[in-house]
């Protein structure tokens, strides 16, 4: 059945590498109203979304529901098997988007990691059949920064729909933004919150200044930050695998930060990337973002 999605929800449930499990998936879709759910075949949990996706769907129609997945670094010389192995996880027909997931092309050689970079026009010609084919709705692209966004322009024939980027009141990215915006790319922010878990030290919602807009608005400070992206353009998708979470954070839709709060929290970027391969020693450490 045709999606009755004609653009991508502006809030989803974000997901990460590791079970999510498919109860919270439900209750995101039927219970808190979310419409965008957003896996990956290396977050190895398509399994419990799909699962989640189906027992919701005797309230939710899946065409209801916008599901994003992406094809990993080393899946890039087999796109469309790559896509026909997360449908079958997924227990789903098409993707509503489906994304590169890294602009680097890597497989596992006696459990390191070595370079095996595929021309990137030969997997976006990949990424459009697929579409052709009717096993996803649009195509896109994560990580990518304005050079490669430039390149794959100007020979995509169907263009890249979405960029999924870091973007958070530390990792502001207002230039990278601004050229996706002007494009017709939505720029979708992961980590909108930081990193709230054990994994990072720096998180924005203890920072004063949104701990205070917080207290300003009478909202929590991941409110304030998801509605800070919201207001910028950004698709956000938070991740959290607690039922109170849920609806905080499909509740930060519900108000709106004053252009000079707006100018508070902008001041706070860092250039700050949290996920990085650089500086977190993965696919060998390469400075992408260089």
Known sequence: MESSLSKIPSLGLGTHKGKTPADLVK???????????????????????????????????????FVVSKVWNDEKDDVEGALRNSLRRLQLDYLDLYLVHWPIGVCVDESKWRYK?????????????????????????????????VDILSYAEIPP??????????CVQRKLV???????????????????????????????????????????????????????????????????RLKENM??????????????????????RLYDPNTRGEFGGIPIFS
């Open 27 to 65: 209750a995101a879709i039927v219970d808190y109203g979310y419409r965008l759910i957003d896996t990956a075949s290396y977050y190895e949990n398509e399994v419990e979304i799909g699962q989640g996706i189906k027992a919701a769907a005797e309230k939710v129609p899946r065409e209801d529901v």
């Open 117 to 149: 970079q595929r021309p990137m026009h030969k997997v976006w010609a990949d990424m459009e059949a697929c579409v052709r084919k009717g096993l996803c709705k649009r195509i896109g692209v994560s990580n990518f920064h304005c050079q490669l966004l």
């Open 161 to 170: 729909a979405a960029n999924q980027i870091e973007l958070h009141p530390y």
């Open 178 to 244: 601004q050229y996706c915006l002007l494009n017709d790319i939505t720029p979708i922010a992961y980590g909108p919150l930081t990193a709230p878990g054990k994994e990072f030290s720096i998180c924005a919602l203890k920072d004063p200044v949104i701990i205070g807009l917080a207290e300003k608005y009478k909202r929590t400070a991941a409110q304030i930050c998801l509605q800070w992206g919201l207001a910028n353009g950004h698709v956000v998708i938070p991740h959290t695998k607690s039922l109170g």
């Open 251 to 272: 509740e930060a839709k519900e108000f709106s930060i004053e252009g000079e709060d707006m100018k508070k929290i902008d001041e706070l970027d860092r250039t700050l």
